[in-house]
């Protein structure tokens, strides 16, 4: 999405999108870093446009094979918990295809007290927020977690050992909480592509 994004900015005025990358220090070779600022930048006159492109992009799309494991993992109800930066509906719509459970989907920060350990069902946290409740993609939004999450999600880290699969740390919210964090018992298994590895967690 972003490389998209890029080449339609540069469509618009190459020379005003140059000037842009160099003043934000933007590395064309990584533009997923980036993704709230490019966001902001292609959107910045109307964040309903924004907001028209993600519900397009994720119409009709179907959860992967991969899905379908978590789903199998999550209703087994031991590891049964996820906390995301997605606003897809993904995991969910795996759950209901492939597993008789109901997940409790908290996707906006309003819902945050009701993220506890002790839930019989699959829990599902996205704490940028649902596609459909107010999605949080601009620099600012995604700088810093809201506190009704940060306050409820400790108690899952104080009993819960985190797998982080798919997250590159390049959101604001989510890397400070975790590097806010006084102690997790097992500590982080953190998976990453070759080459891909996020920046570094003092824990």
Request: aromatic share 12%; charged share 30%.
């Amino acid at each position: 999405m972003v490389e998209r994004w890029r080449n339609e900015l540069k469509e618009a005025d190459v020379n005003d999108l140059n000037d842009w990358l160099k003043e934000h220090n933007i590395d064309e070779n990584d533009l997923a870093s980036h993704y709230s600022k490019i966001f902001d930048k292609r959107f910045e006159l109307s964040k309903k446009d924004g907001f028209a492109f993600l519900e397009k992009k994720m119409e009709n799309i179907e959860p992967s094979c991969g899905y379908s494991v978590l789903a199998q993992i999550l209703a087994e109800g031991k590891h049964n918990v996820v906390i995301t930066t997605n606003f897809d509906s993904l995991t969910e719509d795996a759950l209901f295809i492939y597993t008789q459970k109901k997940p409790l989907v908290v996707g906006h920060a309003s819902l945050a007290d009701y993220i506890s350990t002790n839930l019989s069902r699959p829990l599902i946290v996205k704490i940028h927020h649902d596609l459909f409740l107010s999605p949080k993609n601009s620099v600012q939004e995604v700088v810093k977690m809201d506190n009704n999450f940060s306050k409820n999600l400790r108690d899952i880290f104080k009993y819960y050992t985190p797998l982080v699969i798919g997250y590159g740390g390049n959101d604001g919210s989510l890397m400070s909480f975790l590097e806010e964090l006084d102690h997790i018992e097992e500590g982080i298994f953190w998976f990453y592509m070759e080459g891909n590895k996020p920046k570094d967690l003092s824990l």
